[in-house]
Each structure stands twice: as structure tokens, then as C-alpha cells.
């Protein structure tokens, strides 16, 4: 499918292929029983008959098969994934500096890519919440800039340039009405914008150390600041000054991502420990921690591994350096089933925002859709 895309002033024609996969082939690339048509996860539940690890559901989602194989758009590995609000489009950016769009439901799945979006690798992308349908993405790059683009045209909107080094990481603020985007970068800034309608940041925060993940509370004042000094951050925009933080991670705090109601923050770490900490403004407990998920391995080559929730906040899932995506339930910390398929590290993850589907990309340049099992 030859798809035809403007970034910039130039007009660039690209080649896209997609590739999906029925069960019964995803099945024999991972050497299971070909008869197993159903058998999505990797269960860590040992309770089953014959004490298998293959579970066998019923179908949950309205994709055209249990697990599908997207491929072919990029050369290299995909860093960030997401799908848009409406569940129906997913947005990927790559090391290879591309970004594309795919559609999730339909068989002709790719509908836009982006080539050349930046001179260097693409660390991460973010979704704009004002139209859900047409949402503007925002792609950080270690070439020190942010491109802010029309996901329906694939034209740039605009270059953002205030940062001086790598640009680790970019999130909008949850209230479309007043939608603003925070950057992290390696320079020790995070600076917020108004990416809608200037390339001028209208706050820059210097921080004491390399800033790699950045996310917003829901008042939209505060955000959660990681790196370099292994601990989370609340700071408040309106008194520049740190309200609080968390500590007990022993590496790199890679990644945060708040949950769907407000009151738990993720975050992922080099230690190969994922957190989960209380962030209501009111606790009885001073160090926050809700919980400690153990089971994703941390990369050696770094990776700053994208989590996601489920939209009712009761379970999270984090890539690993095993090749597969784990699945947690928040609340009893147990790991209930394991996403195989890769053939590297598991970069990002993310959720389908009404269906049980789930979509990981990784370090073989690949991605998968795949059905989660609604109760266990």
C-alpha cells in the first residue's frame, strides 16, 4: 500500500507494508500446539489441569483475530505506543526517526507514515486529548527538538527548540480545555508548553539532574518528575517547589504514567522494579508506596520501557527485557499471565482505551495487538 505523506514543506511518497497474523501462524513462530487457536496468553497461574502455561479464552475484542503482527513501516526499533482516544488509530514512532498510524481494526492497517520526522531517533510521543479523532502528536527526539504534527495530513505544525540535548520524554496534561505539554530532556529541563499556539515555552524548570520521564496529576498544576537521582517528584507549577517524593527505587526512574482515576502513579526503573504510589493529596502513609511489582526485567541496553494501565485502574502492564509483556493485578501484586511474541526487549505497551487489547512494540521493529483476558 503506497501512502503518500507531507512532513514539512516536502512531499515524500513511502512504501508501507502491513503484515497480520492469525493465531495459527503467531502459534508456530512461538512453537506452540497449532491446535491451540485461542491461546493469546502465558499464563502464571498454575491452577490449570495439567499445570499448562498456555490458557485458552474467548474471544474479548472485535479484532479480526486473537493476536495480529503489525510490521513493515520501520526499519528499526519502536520506541512508543499508543492508541488515541477512540481506540480506533495507533500512533508509533521508531529509532529509524519515522513516525506511523495504524488503523486497529481494519485489515488494510497502516494509513500514514511520517519519514524523516526528525534527524534522530524518536524517544517518545504523546497524544493530544482536544480532538479524539484527529489528534495532534507530539514526538520528543534525541535531537534536542519536538515536533508537533497533524495526524490527519501528516503535516508539522510546528519545531519546538528550547532544549539542548537529548528529549527523553513528552505528556500532555489530562483537561483538553486547557491543555498544555511537559518535555524532559538529558539537558536537566523540563519546560512546559503551549504546543496549540506558540514554539515558545511558557515555564522552563532547571532541574538538579538529567530529566528522563515526566507526567501530569490531574489538577493540572502539578507534575511527576523522574531520572537520574532514582527518585519521583511532585512538584507545583504555580510555587516552583517540590511538594513531595517518593523514594525507593534503587536506579534510573525510566518512566511514570498516572492511572485512569487519578490516584496512582506507575513508575518504571532500571532496578527491574515497577511502583505503584498513592498521589491523592491526602494519605495516612508518608512514603506513598501502594505497591512493588517484580517479574519485568530491566534492559542492560537501557530502554526506558513505556507502561500502561487498564482503563478501571486495576491492572498494569510493563515491557521487559525477556521479550514479553507482564500483565499485574494492582492490588494483590500478583502477575497474572505473561505476552509473548517478541524477539527482543519490549519497549512500550499500551491499552486500548473501551476493549481488552493490548499492543506492545519492541526492539525487533514489530508490534502486536493482542485480546486480554477480561477476569481470570
Known sequence: MATTKRSGSQEISSQIVSKRVKSGEIERELGLDESRSQAVALSSNSKDDDNRLIRHVTRTSKLSAPIIKLEGCHSE?????RFDLTGNVIVAASTDKSISLWRTYTDNANFGFIPSAHKQAITSISLSRKSPSNPT???ASADATIGVWDSNTGNLIRRLREHSDVVNAVAFSKNPANELLASAGDDSKVCIWDVHNSKHPLQVIHWHSPVISVEWADDGSTIFIGGLDNEVHAYDLTSSATLYSLRGHTDTVTY???SPTGQHLVSCSNDSTVRVWDV???????????RTLYGAVSSFEGVYTQPAWTPDGARVAVGSADRTVTVWDVESGNILYKLPGHTGTVNAVDIHPTEPIIVSSGKDAKMYLGELMESL
Open 77 to 81: 526499533e519502536i520506541t512508543a505506543v
Open 137 to 139: 502528536i507530539v514526538s
Open 280 to 290: 491523592r493529596p491526602f494519605t495516612n502513609d508518608p512514603s506513598r508506596l501502594h
Open 256 to 258: 511514570l504514567r498516572l
